[in-house]
């Protein structure tokens, strides 16, 4: 997977079919790029700072090992096992860089969304990268 296009490279008997390598032009940047949609429409205004979208997707972001496990969080959102993820924006005063916060406590959440910097994400964590296995989704 890159991060313009993705390359299908199918193997038989460890010999690579040269004829039928083909390329997807779904890579990292349309993950990104649903990924930088669906935050700005729920939480915050990322558009012009597609860096640190991706950053968040690939800190946060995940594959499933199956397509059973993937349909079962699809149709019951409410129920999944996924765990939320929190990701804390650049402030550049407290925060010098954005990341990940580990088993954040109920203060260090408040403080956090007083300020307004900090990104939760549960579903968006697998729904995102199934595009590249699932394009219909």
Do not use: W
């Not at 997707?57 to 349909?71: A, G, Q, R, Y």
């Amino acid at each position: 997977v890159g991060h313009s296009c993705s390359h299908i490279i199918p193997f038989f008997d460890n010999q690579v079919l040269s004829n039928s390598v083909r390329r997807a032009e779904v890579g990292g940047k349309l993950i990104s790029k649903f990924l930088m949609e669906s935050v700005s429409l729920t939480q915050f205004n990322l558009s012009k700072h597609f860096f640190l979208v991706t950053d968040l997707k690939e800190k946060s972001c995940k594959t499933l090992s199956s397509t059973e496990e993937f349909l079962d969080i699809r149709q019951r959102p409410s129920l999944s096992k996924l765990s939320r993820v929190f990701y804390t924006l650049n402030d550049y005063e407290i925060c010098q860089r954005g990341g990940i916060v580990p088993n954040p406590t109920e203060e260090q959440l408040k403080v956090a969304k007083n300020l307004r910097n900090l990104v939760s994400l549960q579903l968006e964590r697998v729904i995102f990268p199934e595009i590249l296995f699932q394009p219909s989704v």
